[in-house]
């Protein structure tokens, strides 16, 4: 944590998101700081349970992993996931997990696009789908907005997405658990606590905070259901 893009609250509950549901598969599109959280409790599954699990990352630009890589579970895909094809998320099963942090911006053409009447619809039941930079049930961050240009529209399709919806179930939403239980949440993660203060000030250009003490966390997570 401290990066200034994947911090504290988002950070745990992806890890534990791993260990919980033990996917035999993880397909990422947009790498960073939560591909080496999601990595590292590959890791934990296969030395503590013999799970097995491997992380697929698709990013056009991948520049904030490591150099010598995360390991052989791990592949990374130079690509616009728009060139991916649909058959590879098809492929998901029960419990695996598609992890969404791309451009948040839906236009013509865009990623976006694809994620949500594309390859959201043919999910398998029982697929855990993420999604980052989920502010709802508030507005993008004013001060996120207005100094970083942040015109992205990717959690109001969202919100229509699940509207009137059967087929997908929330299962978390950070954003919504600071508005509403934040003494919750600093009970359970400890390290929220002055998480945005503790930030160097040249990494919290990206990272919105609700009051200029903590980070506003802002992982989204779902799931195909099964009936």
Known sequence: MRNGYFESCDAEVAYSMVREWKPRRIIEIGSGFSTRAMAHALRANREHD????ELITVDPSPERLPENGLGDSITVVVDHVQRIDISVFEQLRADDILFIDS????SVGSDV?????QILPRLKPGVLVHVHDIFLPSDYPRTAVLDNLWFWSEQYLLQAFLSFN???EVLWSASAMQLSHARVLEQCFPNWTNSYANIPPSKRRFIPTPDGRRVWPSSFWMRRLTH
């Open 50 to 53: 013999g799970v097995a699990g």
């Open 166 to 168: 059967p087929e997908f």
């Open 103 to 106: 451009s948040h911006v839906v």
């Open 113 to 117: 696009v694809r994620e949500y009447l």
